[in-house]
């Protein structure tokens, strides 16, 4: 069962442009949402989370968007840049120290 | 940002064979995790131990799993027997439900 749902495997953006990438959950208990960027042969890196109580945290480049009644989150990278390119990954937990669930993934091609 | 670094970086073995798997963390935490993801697959949850003991398990984490912490500081994940199927990158990490740190993980091929 897919409890975190990225739905697009790819995704490519110009380089200076705004990536948004989407994911969506289906658990109602998850209230914590964090995204990673991966590159191949790597752990996954810890970008930005976004706690339930929240709709929008920003990072500098990076913002996430939750949606909670749609049960939707996305990040936006903007400005694009080639070194963001990589596979990012949705990922939710539920208070209490529980692992991490995480999507498929979506792989981001910044090109330049 | 927690450190946690991992040994080896890559395992090659033959099916049948035990490996351990390491992770040490820089910083003390009291929640630790493996993971692993198949090649092409989502990162998948293993098993949590906190405080010394096995909080959670998947039910990917069947009896050929074993996870300990011999010295207080590495903390190991054993698999027993190895079936061409756990071919994977098996990832160490730490922190708590809001924010986990990862290892760089290590690359397992079973032949």
């Known amino acids: 069962d897919q409890q975190v749902k990225q739905n697009s495997p790819s995704l490519s953006v110009q380089e200076g442009r705004i990536s948004i990438l989407n994911c969506d959950y289906t658990n109602s208990m998850f209230d914590y949402f964090l995204w990673y960027k991966k590159y191949p042969a790597e752990g996954p890196t810890f970008l930005i989370s976004?706690?339930?109580?929240?709709d929008k945290n920003e990072d500098g480049r990076f913002t996430v968007f939750l949606n909670k009644s749609a049960k939707h989150l996305s990040l936006h990278i903007v400005p694009s840049q080639p070194g963001d390119s990589a596979v990012y990954f949705c990922?939710?937990?539920?208070?209490?120290?529980?692992?991490?669930?995480f999507g498929k993934g979506t792989r981001l091609s910044v090109i330049a | 940002e927690p450190e946690v670094t991992q040994t080896p970086s890559h395992q090659v073995t033959q099916m049948g064979q035990e490996v351990i798997l390491r992770c040490v963390p820089i910083s003390n935490h009291l929640y630790f995790y493996w993971y692993r993801q198949i090649l092409g697959q989502k990162v998948e949850f293993l098993v949590s131990?906190?405080?010394?003991?096995?909080?959670?398990k998947s039910e990917i984490f069947d009896d050929q799993f074993s996870v300990e912490r011999p010295d207080g500081s590495n903390f190991t994940l054993k698999i027993r027997s190895t079936k061409l199927e756990d071919s994977a990158m098996y990832f160490c990490a730490l922190g708590g439900y809001n924010e986990q740190f990862f290892g760089p993980g290590t690359r397992l091929t079973v032949l």
């Open positions: 976004i706690s339930s109580i929240k």
């Open positions: 990922a939710a937990s539920a208070i209490g120290n529980t692992p991490l669930v």
């Open positions: 131990f906190y405080n010394n003991e096995i909080s959670e």
